[in-house]
């Protein structure tokens, strides 16, 4: 079975940053392209970041230069740091993941998805 599980969601202030994980099993994760996508209430869901096996990675222009994301593929984790934090980055954020080689920015072309870690940024 497998299970994607995100954690390190939370409430910081506008500036500051937040550390997301997204730990997997039941499959060969080092083989697998691996994306962050959020979504607002009321909005679509939007992808942020994603990067491929071999550590490759690809930015939505949003968060571009204020966003990185990592992989373990040792641990089976995938990691978003988010730093400078805007009230329009608070969403629900969830890692998906896909047997592509390549980074996709379409939901529908993702195999297996978390149920998401929630993000807030107020002062």
């Known amino acids: 079975q497998v299970q994607l599980v995100e954690s390190g969601g939370g409430l910081v202030q506008p500036g500051e940053s937040l550390r997301l994980s997204c730990a997997a099993s039941g499959l060969t994760f080092s083989t697998y392209t691996v994306a962050w996508f959020r979504q607002a209430p009321g909005k679509e869901r939007q992808f942020v970041a994603g990067?491929?096996?071999?550590?490759?990675?690809y930015y939505a222009d949003s968060v571009k230069g204020r966003f990185t994301i990592s992989r373990d593929n040792a641990k089976n984790t995938v990691c978003l740091q988010m730093n400078s934090l805007k009230p329009e980055d608070a969403a629900v954020y969830s890692c998906?993941?896909?047997?592509?080689?390549?980074?996709?920015?379409?939901?529908?072309?993702?195999?297996?998805w978390g149920q998401g870690t929630q993000v807030t940024v107020s002062s």
């Open positions: 990067i491929m096996r071999a550590g490759s990675t």
């Open positions: 998906a993941a896909r047997g592509g080689l390549i980074i996709t920015t379409t939901r529908d072309t993702y195999n297996y």
